[in-house]
């Protein structure tokens, strides 16, 4: 059988390497050899990129603080985060990767913007919220003047304060809240033993949570608290996805999704005037329908909202094609509504769900949410590196709900090695108990990137965030030259 046909401009790049590998007597050339490892290394992320003395300096440390990691009995990235988070508030990669300025964080949920820490011992502590057990070991909160009505999934409503009070107990009252609200747990591996498990208590998480943060003074408290936690983590713009749930007053008024936008964009103006070196924040809207809704949202407000994602768990749900003629109507009103789709968030190779990562690309995504299945999809991989579409990586996430058990095997290293375009985010921090991206920055630099990921990965990651945001050209070059000017600073008291 005679071999495909090869490209031009592949053929172009192969003939140098082929020089490389020419046969030799006897051992090869170790200069050859030199320039081919040079050659390969400098197709990761980041390795066409120059460092300064100061970053080489900073650089160099870094590698050293990385091997002492890796070589140490108990590695982070090869077991569960729940169990390694301990480890690395410890490590010294850990605590330089909090100082440094990591750019946007393009792929969080709003629900799970804030720790629930914060939820638990701030929000729950207000007047008038009251808390119900469900049927199926799950929780229910909501704000009321009066006691609530009995519904469907709840009976019996009482006041939180009332019952933290009956318990003597309120340190553990509070820790038995917070159990309902994350992930976290000191036995992962026992308490979730496959997907099934772990995306049920992911979704009743986002429930329970709901009726806390969509009571209209909490949401403006609650927003202000999200950018202030991303602030603390050095990150300077925020694409936050949400589904704009309907907002509700002490009395039962609800509020529509044009005004939790507006809500949005208030805050969002008073954290810039309070911060004026935090660069703003713009919402993806996030839901299974209403496409119309949101290119209407999206004219109203264009320096609000980014453009349109489906969420939900994809190996339980409906395809992006079976949505295709909803997906097809921007295009055909001739309007502009921009996609960031999750697709190949599963391990199910061959499924219907799985070829989500390719009809993604077919209904032009600008960025693609987890993409976890694109290293298993050579041509949807080669088209989204050709288009610039990058990956938006989140591999705490991945962890948790039961993709991948050590970091060091995630798909994403293919990728990282090929320099694939990659963003870092970390999807739903309050679910597994960080903040910010400085945790999820620190398991794909030392898991997933291993000792080849250097000072240029990390830069190129940063800056990556910035360069494929949905925010116009001309704000894109001011928020890089903010970024610019932290960088700078943190490799000055770093190196």
């Not at 010294?92 to 720790?115: D, T």
């Not at 005037?273 to 119309?292: C, E, L, N, T, Y």
Request: hydrophobic letters at 40%; aromatic letters at 10%; charged letters at 25%.
């Amino acid at each position: 059988t005679s071999s495909p046909p090869m490209a031009c401009e592949d053929m172009a790049t192969l003939l140098p390497l082929l020089w490389l590998l020419a046969a030799a007597d006897g051992m090869p050339d170790p200069a050859r050899r030199d320039l081919l490892m040079r050659e390969e290394a400098s197709r990761q992320t980041g390795g066409r990129t120059t460092l300064t003395a100061a970053e080489q300096k900073l650089d160099a440390r870094l590698r050293r603080l990385k091997e002492q990691e890796m070589s140490a009995a108990s590695f982070p990235p090869a077991v569960h985060f729940f169990k390694a988070k301990s480890l690395i508030q410890e490590s010294s990669v850990f605590k330089v990767l909090q100082k440094m300025p990591k750019g946007a964080a393009l792929h969080i949920h709003s629900s799970s913007l804030v720790g629930v820490d914060w939820l638990v011992k701030n929000v729950t502590y207000r007047p008038n919220c009251y808390v119900c057990y469900t049927w199926d070991n799950s929780v229910r909160f909501v704000f009321s003047s009066r006691q609530p009505f009995p519904r469907w999934d709840c009976f019996y409503w009482q006041l939180v304060q009332t019952l933290r009070d009956k318990t003597g107990d309120p340190a553990g009252f509070d820790y038995s809240l917070m159990q309902h609200l994350t992930l976290f747990t000191e036995d992962p591996d026992g308490e979730y033993p496959n997907q099934d498990v772990v995306w049920e208590k992911f979704e009743k998480a986002f429930i329970a949570a709901a009726g806390l943060i969509t009571h209209a003074p909490v949401l403006r408290d609650y927003l202000y608290q999200g950018l202030q936690e991303l602030h603390d983590d050095n990150i300077l713009y925020l694409e936050l996805r949400s589904g704009l749930s309907k907002t509700y007053e002490l009395d039962g008024t609800v509020h529509d999704k044009v005004w939790t936008l507006k809500l949005f964009q208030e805050v969002t103006q008073k954290f810039i005037k309070d911060h004026p070196d935090f660069f703003g924040a713009r919402i993806i809207i996030s839901v299974k329908a209403a496409i119309k809704e949101a290119i209407q949202l999206q004219r109203d407000f264009p320096a609000v909202v980014s453009g349109f994602d489906m969420v939900g768990r994809e190996d339980s749900g409906r395809t992006l094609w079976y949505f295709r003629e909803a997906l097809s109507l921007p295009a055909e009103l001739g309007a502009t509504l921009p996609y960031f789709f999750h697709a190949g968030e599963t391990d199910d190779e061959g499924t219907e769900v799985d070829q989500n990562i390719l009809d993604a690309l077919l209904f032009d995504t600008k960025r693609i949410g987890h993409g976890y299945a694109l290293a298993h999809h050579p041509l949807a991989k080669e088209l989204s590196r050709q288009r610039n579409v990058a990956v938006e990586l989140c591999p705490i996430s991945n962890q948790v709900l039961k993709l991948v058990s050590d970091l060091r095997n995630h798909p994403a290293a293919v990728l990282m090695s090929e320099g694939h375009p990659l963003v870092i985010s970390s999807d739903d921090p309050s679910l597994f108990g960080t903040t910010g991206l400085s945790y999820d920055f620190y398991q794909a630099f030392v898991g997933i990137g291993g000792l080849k990921a250097n000072l240029g990965t990390l830069k190129e990651l940063a800056l990556n965030s910035i360069r494929y945001s949905s925010l116009p050209a001309h704000e894109k070059d001011v928020a890089q030259a903010a970024w610019q000017r932290k960088w700078d600073a943190f490799v000055s008291n770093y190196s």
